[in-house]
């Protein structure tokens, strides 16, 4: 594929003398945090669109 991926999230933590430390990543995710924008949701779906409409 030769597009950017449309999600991927990383967690980091701090570690004992404060540098960060990836806690978990992820490229797949159920919520997608989709609640936490306002336009999030709607956003996301005509991302979804527009890669999807270079398919066909």
């Known amino acids: 594929m030769d597009q950017p991926l449309l999600y991927g999230r990383i967690d980091l933590v701090r570690g004992n003398e404060g540098e960060p430390l ?4 992820e490229l797949c995710e159920p919520s997608l945090s989709l609640p936490f924008a306002e ?3 709607r956003r996301f779906a005509e991302a ?8 066909c």
């Open 39 to 41: 336009t999030g949701a």
């Open 48 to 55: 979804m669109a527009a890669r999807l409409s270079h398919l």
């Open 22 to 25: 990836v806690l978990e990543a």
